[in-house]
């Protein structure tokens, strides 16, 4: 059954029931006198009436989107005039949070309705609920329509009232994701899926209603769900969605958490080979190699996932950040891998990113020549970080974002303080990514041996660099190839080190305009693209025009010693200070597995960089010649599935520079 | 003592037990017509071109200065901004390379370790020999094609945690034609691996055309039959890149065989017999 869905839907079978959404459909709530949560009240009503019910053939977890986005709350000129006057993040909506699902399904949206009216009566949520109710009605009579009598029984029951079996659970989790997309929160996580889904899981073990196979099934069902309408969801690039699900790792009172459903989790994902949901696992340094093995085979698969996260670095590093140890403990992560806390976090991990090749880049630029040795280099490098991210935070004050009642439902303490998530909740605090660590690190290294180590001088370096090394081959080669690189385990590393933890020392007196406090990360979003091309020829011997890695990985144009150095060098800096995230990022060629004991040996390298402080890590497995067949043959790669650079993503959707890219990192590929 | 390397290769896959960095030592014996490292045929360092990549910009033209004969100075590889030129062979120094090795000691633990390949490694044994001497406590292990000298191979094989010795060819006339040299010593060699007290694994090179034969998997069979510590036969069927990297060192691939048809693989001469066989793809 899951292979014949997957084919209708990969073919696209359920577009033909979608439609455009009208425009003047606005006029409902585009209305001076309505307030902002009201609007995105009757926005979210609005799209779920204009909803219809679409059911797949033998469909076990229903709800399938068929209206593209509705117009926003405000007009274009009203959206100006709150512009002017307010920090907009991205879109403006909500998003990247990770709602505590499992409160809500548990307890069912009628008592939710309940409590809302008891507390305040006709607040806009109750409008909300009703119309996702509404929706859950009419599929239950499409369903009955269609002799689907199960799922209208489900229906019948969930979200109203509380899930009693893990299908009832899966269904509820299902409408509950659905209607926040149609609210316009995106980045919409899954968060701690394997936790908060399990007791409905082991009752239906325990009373014989499911066994480990159909619960299988049903596992795979709801994953298939996940890949339904992802198409419409495409932040930055397609294949962006945030669908990031957390598997394993420290429960809330210290326990292991990787259970049977995770197990589930990872067996379904090898058998769908889909983009969604995407798969995050946390481990730690007594984590049984056969975790990691199991991992190894989806990285084999090529689906660039899971992505590991590290307990032993991870909860501590938010801990010190004043997370508390509860909370700490059931972190998980935003859409790529910012480390955030379920039904606590308003945070917004994405909201800066400090270029570290720039800095040092202008740093060296503008003071090596007057600098001796390289502490004193290293004081103007730490006061050009600390100006940079004080202007980035004078950038970012009286924040605006826009109201999601729905969304609220899913966090501590909003409905009964009558607070709307957009506004804040336990946890506010704001991150910074990091772009570029290991190419500054190398200019560093470089300007210390050739220049400060008295082999030349600062103005024949920086005037080689702007001649974008023409005529001075031999210092770019010497630079490129010579000097320490950070990944070889050779002397750059250091550098690095001193450079994250200067960027986490910058930050850590921040405090924003909510009280939150503000992270230091490694990873870089698509700034990779946007921060290289801002860069003229660099002191690391990087010609104007190369680009910088993705995340927390080596500079893209120098010769790796291998993966052992890698994995030395980038555990050397304190990583608990990079609590933002942002993870290592190794390249694996297709051929590596072509033994069975590959298998092992990668998952041992995993556990290595666990076990040696490493904060993250993403694999991908990838074949150089099929990507640039892919380029020239698109139709023959649609399910070319690559990593990106904290998602998974259909390779022939991106835009040609992230491409062109992942094909220059699988040159780097072990 | 120094010894000439081409090439360090860190977590390689296909050489051993365990996570293993592998040396490929430079210089060998053996001419097999298949071969796919050319590059670790010359004992002496020599230049490596990317000459299918190289856009012809002239600037290693430029910068050479001994036009009349290289030398291998370096100088074109410097001037190349692509990174297309190399110099395969580095001369290092025992000591200097068991510690180059031993920074990834940390990585060896559940069985991993050091791998000696090449080019024909035991042609530099002595070298070998001594960095093995500083790497006290680590797994190491050879991959040989069994060409050498009896004392050499005798030493080797109480020296090492593990060997991996090639079978290439049964018959010994056709063993000259395809490697260049004689099959008798890789022949006792093999014997003595059979009666000895080291771990090993034979590794067959499966040529299309060329031992593709079920009369050449039986022979080997007939060899290690009953030995007590073969681990596996390991099956490597012929790659058609073998021939890449002939173009970059300046040499000519003319393998004398067929290279189209996938080589025929008689794993069931093994299996019948009991032997541990694994058929590499």
């Known amino acids: 059954m899951t292979e014949e869905l997957k084919k209708l839907q990969w073919e696209g079978w359920h577009h033909s029931f979608r439609g455009p959404a009208k425009e003047e459909t606005a006029a409902a709530w585009r209305k001076p006198e309505m307030d902002d949560r009201r609007r995105t009240a009757r926005r979210l009503c609005a799209a779920l009436e204009a909803e219809k019910p679409v059911l797949f053939p033998g469909e076990i977890i229903a709800f399938t989107r068929t209206m593209s986005a509705m117009p926003m709350i405000y007009s274009p000129e009203e959206w100006e005039e709150i512009r002017k006057t307010h920090y907009i993040h991205e879109l403006g909506n909500v998003s990247n949070l990770s709602p505590d699902y499992g409160r809500v399904i548990r307890t069912g949206l009628q008592a939710l309705r309940e409590r809302a009216e008891a507390l305040c009566p006709?607040?806009?949520?109750?409008?909300?609920?009703?119309?996702?109710?509404?929706?859950?009605?009419?599929?239950?009579?499409?369903?009955?329509?269609?002799?689907?009598?199960?799922?209208?029984?489900?229906?019948?029951?969930?979200?109203?009232?509380?899930?009693e079996t893990f299908r009832e659970a899966l269904q509820s989790l299902r409408i509950l994701h659905y209607a926040l997309w149609c609210e316009g929160n995106y980045h919409n996580t899954l968060g701690r899926f394997d936790q908060y889904m399990m007791p409905w899981l082991e009752k239906d073990l325990a009373e014989g209603r499911e066994t480990r196979e159909s619960a299988g099934e049903l596992v795979k069902a709801f994953f298939l769900a996940c890949n339904r309408d992802s198409d419409l969801y495409p932040g930055m690039q397609q294949g962006d969605n945030g669908q990031s699900l957390m598997l394993g790792g420290m429960?809330?009172?210290?326990?292991?958490?990787?259970?049977?459903?995770?197990?589930?989790?990872?067996?379904?994902?090898?058998?769908?080979?889909?983009?969604?949901?995407?798969?995050?696992?946390?481990?730690?340094?007594?984590?049984?190699?056969?975790?990691?093995?199991?991992?190894?085979?989806?990285?084999?698969?090529?689906?660039?996932?899971?992505?590991?996260?590290?307990?032993?670095?991870?909860?501590?590093?938010?801990?010190?950040?004043?997370?508390?140890?509860?909370?700490?403990?059931?972190?998980?992560?935003?859409?790529?891998?910012?480390?955030?806390?379920?039904?606590?976090?308003?945070?917004?991990?994405?909201?800066g990113a400090l270029s570290f090749a720039r800095v040092t880049d202008q740093t060296i630029r503008d003071h090596l020549a007057e600098c001796r040795n390289m502490e004193q280099l290293k004081e103007f490098l730490a006061r050009a970080i600390r100006e940079d991210v004080l202007r980035q935070m004078e950038e970012r004050k009286n924040l605006y974002v826009i109201p999601s009642p729905f969304l609220s439902l899913f966090f501590d303490g909003c409905l009964e303080n009558g607070r709307d998530i957009?506004?804040?909740?336990?946890?506010?605090?704001?991150?910074?990514?990091?772009?570029?660590?290991?190419?500054?690190?190398?200019?560093?290294?470089?300007?210390?041996?050739?220049?400060?180590?008295?082999?030349?001088?600062?103005?024949?370096?920086?005037?080689?660099?702007?001649?974008?090394?023409?005529?001075?081959?031999?210092?770019?080669?010497?630079?490129?190839?010579?000097?320490?690189?950070?990944?070889?385990?050779?002397?750059?590393?250091?550098?690095?080190?001193?450079?994250?933890?200067?960027?986490?020392?910058?930050?850590?007196?921040?405090?924003?305009?909510?009280?939150?406090?503000v992270r230091a990360g490694t990873g870089s979003a698509m700034y990779y693209i946007t921060h290289a091309e801002a860069l003229g020829a660099t002191a690391d011997g990087r010609?104007?025009?190369?680009?910088?890695?993705?995340?927390?990985?080596?500079?893209?144009?120098?010769?790796?010693?291998?993966?052992?150095?890698?994995?030395?060098?980038?555990?050397?800096?304190?990583?608990?200070?990079?609590?933002?995230?942002?993870?290592?990022?190794?390249?694996?060629?297709?051929?590596?597995?072509?033994?069975?004991?590959?298998?092992?040996?990668?998952?041992?390298?995993?556990?290595?960089?666990?076990?040696?402080?490493?904060?993250?890590?993403?694999?991908n497995t990838v074949n150089r010649e099929k990507l640039l067949d892919a380029q020239r043959h698109p139709e023959n790669y649609r399910n070319l599935i690559v990593r990106v650079w904290g998602w998974s993503g259909y390779f022939t959707e991106l835009d040609r520079c992230y491409q062109d890219h992942i094909i220059r990192r699988a040159e780097l590929s072990v | 003592m120094t010894g000439t390397v081409f090439d360090i290769k860190e977590f390689a896959v296909f050489?051993?037990?365990?996570?293993?960095?592998?040396?490929?030592?430079?210089?060998?014996?053996?001419?097999?017509?298949?071969?796919?490292?050319?590059?670790?045929?010359?004992?002496?360092?020599?230049?490596?071109?990317?000459?299918?990549?190289?856009?012809?910009?002239?600037?290693?033209?430029?910068?050479?200065?001994?036009?009349?004969?290289?030398?291998?100075?370096g100088e074109?590889?410097?001037?190349?901004?692509?990174?297309?030129?190399?110099?395969?062979?580095?001369?290092w120094e025992a000591d200097a390379l068991a510690d180059r090795l031993l920074r990834d000691s940390d990585f060896f633990e559940d069985g991993g370790g050091v791998t000696f390949s090449g080019g024909e490694p035991l042609m530099q044994w002595p070298f070998v020999r001594e960095v093995i001497r500083h790497l006290p406590g680590i797994h190491t292990a050879i991959e040989t094609s069994g060409y050498a000298r009896d004392e050499v191979f005798d030493e080797m094989r109480k020296t090492v945690s593990l060997v991996m010795m090639d079978w290439k060819v049964s018959d010994p006339e056709a063993f000259?034609?395809?490697?260049?040299?004689?099959?008798?010593?890789?022949?006792?060699?093999?014997?003595?691996?059979?009666?000895?007290?080291?771990?090993?694994?034979?590794?067959?090179?499966?040529?299309?055309?060329?031992?593709?034969?079920?009369?050449?998997?039986?022979?080997?069979?007939?060899?290690?039959?009953?030995?007590?510590?073969?681990?596996?036969?390991?099956?490597?069927?012929?790659?058609?890149?073998?021939?890449?990297?002939?173009?970059?060192?300046?040499?000519?691939?003319?393998?004398?065989?067929?290279?189209?048809?996938?080589?025929?693989?008689?794993?069931?001469?093994?299996?019948?017999?009991?032997?541990?066989?694994?058929?590499?793809?």
């Open chain 2, 176 to 281: 000259r034609f395809w490697t260049g040299v004689s099959q008798e010593p890789v022949r006792r060699h093999m014997e003595a691996l059979c009666a000895g007290e080291t771990p090993f694994i034979v590794r067959m090179p499966v040529i299309p055309g060329v031992n593709d034969r079920k009369k050449h998997f039986e022979t080997l069979a007939d060899l290690v039959q009953g030995a007590e510590k073969l681990i596996r036969v390991e099956l490597l069927p012929y790659q058609k890149a073998a021939g890449a990297k002939y173009d970059m060192v300046g040499m000519e691939y003319r393998p004398g065989f067929d290279e189209s048809p996938a080589p025929r693989m008689f794993p069931e001469v093994f299996e019948r017999r009991g032997i541990p066989v694994r058929q590499f793809r």
């Open chain 1, 122 to 163: 006709g607040q806009p949520v109750t409008e909300e609920i009703d119309a996702v109710l509404k929706l859950t009605a009419r599929y239950a009579a499409a369903a009955r329509e269609a002799g689907m009598t199960e799922l209208a029984q489900v229906l019948d029951r969930v979200p109203a009232r509380g899930a």
């Open chain 2, 15 to 73: 050489d051993g037990p365990g996570i293993r960095t592998t040396v490929f030592m430079k210089g060998c014996p053996l001419r097999c017509r298949w071969c796919h490292n050319p590059e670790g045929l010359s004992p002496a360092p020599q230049l490596m071109v990317s000459t299918a990549a190289c856009v012809h910009c002239g600037a290693c033209t430029r910068a050479c200065r001994h036009p009349e004969k290289c030398t291998v100075c």
């Open chain 2, 76 to 91: 074109c590889v410097a001037a190349c901004r692509y990174g297309y030129r190399k110099i395969a062979g580095t001369k």
């Open chain 1, 543 to 619: 010609e104007a025009g190369v680009p910088l890695p993705a995340n927390y990985a080596p500079s893209l144009n120098i010769r790796l010693n291998g993966p052992l150095s890698l994995i030395r060098d980038f555990t050397v800096p304190e990583l608990r200070e990079a609590i933002n995230g942002g993870p290592l990022t190794v390249e694996f060629s297709e051929s590596v597995f072509s033994q069975e004991d590959a298998v092992k040996k990668v998952a041992q390298l995993v556990r290595m960089f666990i076990r040696k402080g490493g904060h993250q890590i993403q694999l």
């Open chain 1, 422 to 517: 957009s506004e804040g909740c336990v946890y506010n605090n704001w991150g910074f990514h990091g772009t570029g660590l290991a190419p500054a690190a190398d200019m560093l290294a470089a300007a210390d041996r050739m220049v400060l180590g008295g082999e030349m001088t600062a103005e024949g370096l920086i005037a080689a660099m702007d001649r974008n090394f023409e005529g001075a081959e031999k210092l770019r080669e010497k630079l490129r190839h010579d000097c320490p690189k950070m990944g070889n385990d050779d002397g750059a590393a250091p550098y690095a080190a001193w450079l994250l933890h200067t960027f986490a020392e910058s930050v850590r007196d921040l405090r924003n305009e909510r009280g939150g406090r």
């Open chain 1, 251 to 351: 429960t809330p009172e210290g326990g292991d958490g990787y259970n049977l459903l995770s197990d589930l989790c990872l067996e379904a994902c090898g058998e769908l080979r889909l983009i969604d949901p995407k798969i995050n696992l946390r481990v730690n340094r007594d984590t049984p190699p056969e975790v990691f093995e199991k991992g190894t085979r989806l990285t084999r698969l090529g689906l660039g996932f899971p992505q590991y996260a590290n307990d032993d670095v991870v909860i501590p590093g938010l801990e010190e950040l004043g997370y508390a140890e509860k909370d700490a403990r059931n972190y998980t992560v935003a859409a790529c891998w910012e480390f955030i806390i379920p039904g606590k976090g308003m945070e917004i991990p994405n909201i």
